[in-house]
């Protein structure tokens, strides 16, 4: 058992990027667990745009990370000791472990995950929280039929590209935004998307019409601003615009870019609505369930980017942003 | 039978703020109608901001008014002559007659209305499709529940002034949005309001705050702009934002502000839906026989604003946006 846990703290609110001196990493030691909790090795971090939310002192879903205090995230790892009946030492468990080696907290709110049926990083993107947002927020948000054209945007990302294959899978169209043509051509090539779009080259309002000639019935939007924007422009009658997240506008400094063109909602009879992955937790077995079923099958393709070390969190985080990374962004505990 | 009809033709594409040089006054004979025509004399015309719509060249729900066409609009009118079975001479009609004194169109799409249940001019609003469009889009988009706080803006207004009464009639409280404290008294003294907030004086947020304790679930917005802006701060989890216009946008010049918090829609679970009460057509019957028993029971105030003369259209338009006008506006043909 080791003595001590290596943790990153949240010591500054970011202004736009956030940067390594957003951060300290310190050592801290473990304590024992109190009754209902366990001790966890941390063996890889999960990477979120919705990380960015949370470091922001505003009212949001879930509180803001406190200054001082770990930086929240999903993670996977080992359990080392457990004083919760649930769990046992050798246990594999994902939840809201935070950036740090050893994680100390109750057994309430992780799921055990099973190393043998996929590597234990897929429980942080094509079996885990991106891959259950995309779940519910195209069949339940996006309330998908089977003749609907699904848009997404951050069609590359972790959500997006599971968007897009669960709108395949369930026998929709799927047309994805990405930035650039190496993205474009796994979207297509590997993913099984319809056509790609390259949002940093293409003329983007031209390429939806020409992709999606009977207009957006589903737009799933991960990005926000212009994006959103164009996509209002091309909706079909009664659409639905899934706000899942605004990456492009998380590290504005000034106020975010509304979407000027939402009068499009009345033109098209459509309605954007938001939502929270947190609100499916009950609902989490069914969709792992129907995830594992299509990942056994070879139906879903998953890319990830895994970058190593605590002391890289924050360079790794910005490749969110910055769009440096394809699908899954993961940090491996060193 | 008079022999021509004044019309009152749109002749530019306003910018901005629409004058009398967008429009030009024509005398036209009038035709003879065909199989399936009357002949209308209409004596009151509906003035509605869904009209500056109408006056854009550009892609919505119904196409633009073309240069050299009569103006559209809804008016209640006495059938002249009528070689439609269903309509009989000395028959009250309303629909969308248009900006002219005499008629000639297709008796499909027009109604009866009976001048003893209500002045004729009740049914361009309290009985028309102001009262229409509240109806449906705060019952039907609203999804309204009896213990909902709706806040409405344009509240001193033909539609919205209907939202607050039908949803105190259903149980909700109603807090409303209007400019000036006169609007604002009216609101809660005449129309039974909880509360009322006068945007051009008060600190809206503070007051939305200390008027809806248990935040807004349902925002009915007819004005867009800042208010819309303020508005989506304020949502109760899965809150209903119903567009049904954006009236404070209609004269930009520029392209139209969007709710920079929008993102709200994402913390409270919320959905923004358009509509267009024109999709509602088949259930206009229904509206009107629960707005008609409302009205007779003495369960539904109204105000209306009467300007009489056809050469008074552009200026007396002009009075829905800069607000200088109480209750439902109507043009009388002289």
Redesign the interface.
């Known amino acids: 058992m080791p003595q001590t846990s290596t943790q990153v703290i949240l010591v500054n609110r970011p202004t736009g990027l956030p940067t390594s001196s957003d951060f300290e990493i310190r050592s801290q030691p473990v304590p024992e667990p109190a009754a209902g909790e366990l001790v966890v090795a941390n063996l890889y971090i999960s990477l979120d745009p919705a990380m960015r939310g949370w470091m922001r002192d505003a ?3 879930v509180p803001p990370v406190g200054l001082g205090e770990v930086m929240r995230a999903g993670a996977v790892g080992r359990v080392l000791a457990s004083r919760d009946p649930n769990f046992a030492e050798g246990d594999h468990v994902s939840g809201l472990l935070g950036v740090q080696s050893i994680a100390c907290v109750p057994g309430k709110g992780l799921r055990k995950v099973d190393p043998k049926l996929a590597p234990l990083s897929a429980y942080l993107g094509v079996l885990g929280m991106p891959a259950m947002t995309a779940y519910f927020g195209l069949l339940e948000v996006g309330a998908l039929a089977a003749d609907d054209t699904v848009l997404v945007s951050g069609a590359a990302g972790a959500v997006g590209s599971m968007v897009g294959q669960i709108a395949k899978l369930k026998g929709a169209r799927a047309v994805g935004l990405a930035g650039g043509p190496e993205k474009c051509q796994h979207l297509v090539n590997e993913l099984g998307f319809d056509a790609a779009i390259d949002y940093k080259h293409d003329d983007v309002k031209a390429k939806i019409k020409a992709t999606c000639p009977d207009r957006v019935n589903v737009y799933f939007d991960n990005v ?1 601003g212009e994006l959103l ?1 164009i996509a209002l ?1 091309q909706l079909a009658m009664r659409a639905r615009v899934v ?4 990456i492009s ?1 998380y590290n504005h400094l000034e ?22 992955v947190f ?1 499916y937790a009950k609902r989490y077995d069914e969709a792992s369930q129907q995830l594992g079923a299509w990942l056994s099958a070879g139906k879903l393709s998953y890319r990830e980017t895994v970058i190593e070390g605590l002391d890289n969190f924050a360079d790794s985080f910005a490749k969110l942003f910055t769009g440096d990374k394809l699908g899954k962004l993961v940090l491996k505990v060193g």
């Open positions: 009212r949001s879903y926000g924007n422009t706000i899942c997240g605004a506008q106020k975010i870019e509304g979407p000027s063109n939402y009068m499009s909602l009345l033109v098209s009879r459509a309605r954007m609505e938001g939502f929270v609100d």
